[in-house]
Every structure is written in structure tokens, then in C-alpha cells.
């Protein structure tokens, strides 16, 4: 793989970015809009904005880049990417340097979700090597697409993006997430922005509001760094998926998409948002992980700063299938399921049948 950089857009601190759009990934994903007002609908339609109020209508559409379309029957697969908006200029973009992809198979009903790491060296199309966060900085959320996409071995057919703003918004509309454990305590002073994203949270069990929840999944100062933060951020996933199916949130649905709004841009129509919150409500979790995993990296050094390169992509994409093919959803009571090499077998079966029928990208062989 050649090793010719490109100009990138300026690299912003890496504490800033972090894995912003987790609640809405849920919101448009697990099928909590069953209570469909006419306010709502109308919020659901303005997280899919025209050319000239998009944040990124500078970027052509190419058709090349452009995402294929989803028919109700194949794995849907959906890129949740986060930024930090603040201080950029006219036509200037945020890397997304929080990226997580949630995959869907309707066959099985099983949802699995792959966090990207920021620093993932690989090809971006039409502008040489780089870092896979800066995909989205340089051609747009269909670039970005295709690039984690053909990274994963998987069609994406959806994105949503969204902010600091925006992720705080939508836990304080939730109420905040109850009784969530911090597992450590976690402390990093900044002086940008008049201290306002310092960090300083306890150990322990405790109840988080927008500010303190983006404080936890932004964290990334320890010894493992932004390994040990997609955890977090998938187990605050998990959190929030918890809240938003309380029956009080349902009936606070149109503030909380009232909230987000503004935030949160997706080209996910309100059609296709009701096809998946059909398919939602009958998923469950059956797998998560972070791509690429450590074994399939290798540290290298490019104009004097570490980026992490791929060492097999066919084994990644071999990673990738196997994921899927695994279920460590927790078992139904007297439903003979589990977490066994069987059942991981048939739920892996299932989801391989559901990609030939369109999962797999094409030209993923690399």
C-alpha cells in the first residue's frame, strides 16, 4: 500500500472527539418511534436537511460514492459518526473521529455494532492514504460510507451525524441515564473554551446528565486510550437503549426529537425510519466489538505521527463475518437459546444467507 500523503484538513485535539451519536443510533435503529404525532414526523424529516442548510452540501454527490439502496430483506447497515462542530470555518467539515456502525439482520432479528478506530490507516478514494476519520472531512458522509464500508466488508446504506450539542441534548430529554456505573474516576483539565469540556467524574454507581455522559464516553486519557473508550461508549450505548424503551420516554418522544434536531443530520427519510423501527422493535443486541481488532494492527509511523495500519485486510474481513455470525444476546427464558457454538452457528448461517444477498461490498478484497 502506497504511503503518498494528502493535505488533511487541520487535526484537532483528539480529547474532542468522541462517539456523539450513540442515543441517536438507538433512536433511529431500535424502533422506539412508535408514537408517531404529526410533531414528531415533522422532527424525524428535519434530521434529513436540503443541499443548501446541510452542513455538508460543499461536497458533490458522485456516483461512485453513491450508497446503495435498502430493500427490507438484506442486512441493513447504519454509520453513527461524531464531530466537534465548534470553531469551524464556512464549508469547513469535522473529522469524524467517533464512528461506530450498527448492522442489522432482519432474517435473524440480531443487531451487532462494530466501533471504528479514528486512527486506522487505509485508502480513501481519490485522495490517497490516511486516517479513516478524515474521510468524512474530505468528501463527505458518502465518502465516509464507502470507505468504512469497504474497510468492514459491508454496504452502508445510512448515516447519521451529530455533535457535543446534540448528545447532550439528548440525555438530558431522556432524564439523564440512572444508576450507571463509572468504573473509574476519570479527571483531565483543558483551558480551551473556558474549561467548559473538562472532564472530572467518581468511581461509582451514579446518575448521568448530558454533560456528565459526554464526559464519560469522551475520556480517553488512560494507558489503553481510545481502545478502552469505544468500550465505553458501546456500554453507554446500551444504557441509553435501556432508557428510551421506558414507556414515559416513549410518550416524551416528540421533545426528545425536538431536541436533537438541530443537531443531528442523517439521510435516513422518515419512511425508511419507520421500516427500521419496525425491524427495531423485534432486535435484539447479539454482538459488539471494535474494528480492527488488536491482533490485525500494526503501529507505523507516517510524517512523524503514529496512525494504526491494517497488517491482513482479508482477515479483517474474515473478523468481520465471524462477528457476525456470533449471538451473545442473553437467552430467553425456556427459548433453548444461548450463548453456545450452536446457536452461534445457525444465528452466523443466517446473517452470511442475509449478505449475499447485498451485504457484502463490492471490491472488498484488498
Known amino acids: 500500500m502506497a504511503r503518498a500523503r494528502t493535505q488533511q484538513p487541520k487535526k484537532k485535539k483528539p480529547w474532542k472527539w468522541a462517539l456523539l451519536g450513540l442515543g441517536v443510533a438507538v433512536l433511529l435503529v431500535a424502533g422506539f418511534f412508535i408514537y408517531q404525532g404529526v410533531g414528531v414526523v415533522k422532527g424525524l424529516d428535519g434530521f434529513s436537511k436540503p443541499k443548501d442548510e446541510s452542513m455538508f452540501g460543499q461536497f458533490e454527490d458522485k456516483p461512485a460514492e453513491k450508497p446503495p ?43 451487532h455494532l462494530f466501533s471504528v478506530l479514528r486512527d486506522t490507516y487505509v485508502d480513501i478514494e481519490g485522495h490517497g492514504d490516511g486516517r479513516i476519520n ?28 451529530t455533535d457535543f450539542e446534540g448528545f447532550k441534548s439528548l440525555i438530558d430529554a431522556l432524564g439523564g441515564i440512572k444508576n450507571f456505573d463509572v468504573e473509574k474516576d476519570m479527571n483531565y483539565v483543558d483551558n480551551a473554551d473556558g474549561n467548559r469540556y473538562d472532564i472530572h467524574l467518581k468511581k461509582g454507581v451514579q446518575d448521568l446528565d448530558g454533560t456528565k455522559a459526554l464526559q464519560y464516553v469522551r475520556f480517553r486519557h488512560d494507558a489503553m486510550s481510545d481502545f478502552t473508550r469505544t468500550e465505553r461508549q458501546r456500554k453507554l450505548l446500551s444504557a441509553v437503549s435501556d432508557e428510551l424503551k421506558s414507556g414515559w420516554n416513549l410518550l416524551k418522544m416528540k421533545k426528545i426529537v425536538d431536541s436533537i434536531q438541530p443537531y443531528v443530520e442523517s439521510n435516513i427519510e ?51 463475518q465471524d462477528e457476525l455470525a456470533k449471538d451473545t444476546a442473553p437467552a430467553a427464558a425456556g427459548s433453548g437459546e444461548g450463548d453456545t457454538s450452536t446457536n452461534g452457528s445457525s444465528t452466523g448461517s443466517n446473517s452470511t444467507s442475509s449478505g449475499t444477498n447485498g451485504n457484502t461490498a463490492n471490491g472488498t478484497s484488498k
Open 134 to 161: 478524515t474521510a468524512l472531512a474530505l468528501g463527505g458522509p458518502n465518502l465516509a460510507m464507502k470507505t468504512i464500508g469497504d474497510l468492514l466488508g459491508l454496504n452502508i446504506q445510512y448515516y447519521v451525524y
Open 69 to 111: 439502496e435498502w430493500q427490507g430483506t438484506e442486512r441493513v447497515n447504519i454509520l453513527i459518526m461524531g464531530g466537534d462542530n465548534r470553531g469551524l470555518q464556512k464549508n469547513e467539515t469535522a473529522r469524524s473521529d467517533s464512528m461506530m456502525v450498527v448492522s442489522v439482520d432482519p432474517v435473524t432479528k440480531k443487531a
Open 270 to 320: 422518515v419512511t425508511d425510519m419507520m421500516k427500521l423501527a419496525q425491524l427495531g422493535v423485534k432486535t435484539s443486541v447479539a454482538g459488539q466489538t471494535q474494528v480492527p481488532p488488536m491482533e490485525l494492527l500494526g503501529g507505523e509511523k507516517v510524517g512523524g505521527a503514529s496512525v494504526l495500519a491494517v497488517s491482513d485486510s482479508d482477515k479483517l474481513l474474515t473478523f468481520v
